[in-house]
């Protein structure tokens, strides 16, 4: 998949479950090794989800990853079951890096198609902290090529023999595992070609083909195997001559001094890769033609290219331009030949496999500082404990909710966003609550905000962001400001109307004081292109007006600048100044300017990940739920308190009046005015010193419960 061969995907939940549990393996493995501050360096497509079980094990661990392989454009990576899986456990990391830009812009947009997520050229926000993207290209250690060149004495050897065994001839040489993905194919006929149209060139030139077995009992390398087999002995029997063997094939792993010796006799270089993250035999060759003597034929689709611009390029599959290119890096002359390589072998030496080392564990340790950085300057996490201790106390409270991404869960369809019976039981209870008064503030019109609140009393109702507001108790909606032009309209439409039809899968919905344009389930980086260039266009058009066009979550809304909640607070506080709790929570921009218009001391609560104004975060919808579970818990803890307590008073003060009228039996007779004085002492002191009043503070403090005391009492 990652070589973007989808045919030969073949799923298997139980390898995948084999992968799962190799990526768990490693990460125990580290976890009882890690000592803080150590950096984890991860390796490959093999561990792609052991970032994020890190991430887990080890929250505050520096961990890196980088990936060898290409990085596979979003189209084919859609195709990959388990693809959500992979992309989160690479973003477990602080750092994530590629061999090219081009591998690390096609994560980005699989991010986008996969997951939802947009990231920056080189970052992007995961769960309240950043994740860092890099390409950083892998090198070589030169110094063991050239160190082999200049003081091996089997390498000079070998060098010296293949020189006397190719006299005369030109030799192509191509260094590969015999892997589908190296274009072994490809390159046969495209040779075969070259020698059939260029009759010069028979008996003076030979291809040295190294081809090491790899994954020898898998079929489709079987095959390749039998079709290279097959494809050298024709070309080798039909072009060939008694003198002349037009393909020298090696397959067979080969020693580094040989190597040597046929990179240092190689005329030209010929890597053809279908696929490759790198390729670094490209580079090796290079390393070893600190002469300029030699010329490198390098596929367009081999990670090398994109830094070996003075390669020529080519392009695999077209083997009729490929047999072009080759037969002109025979031909190029020296001078052309020396400033080609001499400009490569510099780079090769300079960005040498120890400076890439050393280049990705300093972004490493950049990328965990900011982090840390980051996250020092994110909303604290909400203290629960805190904020229900305030709650309680508070005897005038102000709570103003946002509903879609904060009460439930975002929904692509309206249908989808209906509120479930918990979140209306969870309003009632707070509404009914007398110390209360309680906002909720949608984006949606005022007929649906209608139809799933207005059966709750004592209740704001706040629609289109803003722009409507229903007090509590009232039926009728009240325009923030009027009156309210909506003439805009009738010009703005016909723009929104074009990039409907420019963006399949858009649409346009109008509100009564907004239009806006969706992009939801439009091809997500398409999408996004455009959003930015309606927005630019927008911008320009009502500079002069009271109207503003905003960049929401896939979406471009155009309305009045003064249509927002930061507005609506200020409008309901007003009714409700005397406020000494404030809280209010939101998840997304339009939140912003109500998070901007709280007063000291509120509680402001941002719902997700991002940057915020908000002093608190929370993780997601329901950990705002069960914080106003709490607050719902709290008053009803308080009220079974009060009851409790009102229970005692009235048990002692029966207990008191059954002793007095007792006693009051036995000397009725006697002092007839005793009964009415204890009587009247009892109304109006009842008792606080007996043991029946010590019995009722403890049960006002909680030792006891109505029940226990009067079962005592009783006794």
């Known amino acids: 998949m990652f070589h973007n061969f989808p045919s030969q995907l073949k799923f298997d939940a139980k ?5 799962v549990e190799a990526n768990h393996t490693f990460c125990k493995a580290v976890a009882e090794r890690y000592r803080p501050g150590d950096l984890v360096w991860v390796h490959d497509y093999h561990l792609m989800l052991l970032p994020q079980m890190l991430r887990d094990e080890l929250p505050d661990a520096a961990v890196g990853f980088f990936l060898h392989i290409p990085f596979p454009s979003s189209e084919i990576f859609l195709i990959l079951p388990r693809r959500e899986e992979l992309l989160v456990g690479l973003l477990g990391a602080d750092l994530v890096v590629f061999q090219t830009h081009g591998h690390l812009q096609q994560f980005r947009s699989a991010l986008l198609r996969v997951l939802g997520i947009e990231s920056k050229v080189a970052e992007l926000a995961v769960g309240g902290r950043p994740v860092h ?42 260094v590969d595992r015999l892997d589908y993905t190296k274009g072994f194919l490809e390159r046969l006929r495209a040779y075969a070609l070259l020698l059939r149209s260029s009759a010069g060139l ?32 024709e070309i080798n029997g039909k072009l060939g001559t008694p003198n002349w063997t037009p393909v020298v094939y090696i397959n067979r792993s080969i020693e580094r001094a040989e190597l040597v010796a046929l990179y240092k006799l190689a005329d030209v270089c010929w890597v053809g890769s279908l696929r490759d993250g790198m390729n670094l035999v490209a580079k090796e060759y290079v390393a070893c033609k600190g002469e300029g003597d030699g010329v490198l034929v390098l596929s367009e689709f081999a990670g090398a290219a994109a830094e070996m611009g003075e390669a020529l390029l080519i392009n695999p599959y077209d083997e009729d331009r490929t047999a072009s290119t080759v037969e002109r890096a025979l031909t190029l002359d020296m001078e052309e030949r020396q400033l080609h390589m001499k400009a490569l072998h510099g780079r090769i030496l ?14 490493l340790q950049e990328a965990v500082s900011e982090r840390r950085h980051y996250l020092d300057t994110q909303p604290k996490r909400l203290p629960v404990a805190e904020i229900r201790e305030a709650y309680v106390r508070a005897n005038r409270r102000l709570l103003i909710l946002d509903y879609d991404g904060t009460l439930i869960p975002l929904s692509k ?8 019976p918990v979140v209306i039981d969870l309003l009632t209870a707070l509404a009914a609550e007398p110390r209360n008064c309680v906002a909720l503030m949608l984006g949606r019109p005022a007929e649906h905000v209608d139809r799933w609140f207005g059966s709750i009393g004592g209740i704001w109702l706040v629609a289109e962001d803003g722009a409507e507001l229903r007090p509590p108790l009232s039926s009728s909606w009240e325009p923030l400001r009027s009156p309210v032009p909506t003439d805009w309209k009738s010009t703005v439409m016909p723009i929104l109307e074009h990039f409907v039809d420019r963006t399949p899968g858009s649409f346009v919905e109008e509100k009564k004081y907004a239009l806006l344009w969706h992009n939801r389930t439009a091809e997500p980086e398409f999408g996004a292109w455009l959003a930015n260039e309606l927005v630019s266009m927008l911008e320009a058009m009502l500079a002069e007006t009271e109207l503003r066009a905003f960049r929401g979550e896939k979406l471009v809304e155009v309305k009045p600048a003064w249509a927002n909640k930061g507005e609506a607070f200020e409008r309901i506080f007003a009714a409700y100044s005397q406020s000494d709790f404030l809280f209010a929570a939101g998840d997304n921009r339009p939140d912003e300017d109500l998070f901007e218009r709280m007063r000291d001391g509120a509680w402001t609560v941002h719902v997700g990940p991002g940057p915020t104004r908000a002093g608190f975060g929370v993780r997601d919808f329901e950990a705002v739920r069960e914080v106003l579970e709490t607050f719902t818990e709290a008053a009803n803890h308080t009220k079974h308190f009060k009851s409790s307590a009102a229970f005692a008073r009235r048990w002692d003060e029966f207990h008191n009046c059954t002793l007095i009228l007792w006693s009051a039996s036995i000397v009725a007779v006697a002092c007839p005015f005793v009964l009415s004085l204890r009587f009247s002492r009892w109304m109006t002191c009842p008792r606080s010193g007996s043991i029946h009043g010590t019995k009722r503070r403890h049960l006002q403090a909680g030792k006891f419960t109505p029940a226990e005391y009067a079962k005592h009492t009783v006794k």
């Open 133 to 174: 993207l890099d390409a950083l290209p892998i090198g070589i250690a030169p110094d063991e090529y050239t160190g082999l060149l200049n003081s091996d004495e089997t390498t000079v050897q070998q060098y010296t023999e293949l020189v006397a065994r190719y006299k005369g001839r030109r030799v192509l040489l191509a």
């Open 413 to 420: 369809q309206a249908k989808q966003a209906a509120p479930p």
């Open 15 to 19: 390898s995948w479950e084999a992968y």
């Open 350 to 363: 300079r960005n040498n496999v120890f400076r890439w080392g050393d280049r990705f564990l300093a972004s």
């Open 202 to 233: 028979k008996e003076n030139l030979v291809l040295i083909q190294i081809a090491v077995p790899t994954r020898e009992g898998i079929d489709t390398y079987q095959d390749l195997r039998t079709e290279v087999n097959r494809l050298v002995g």
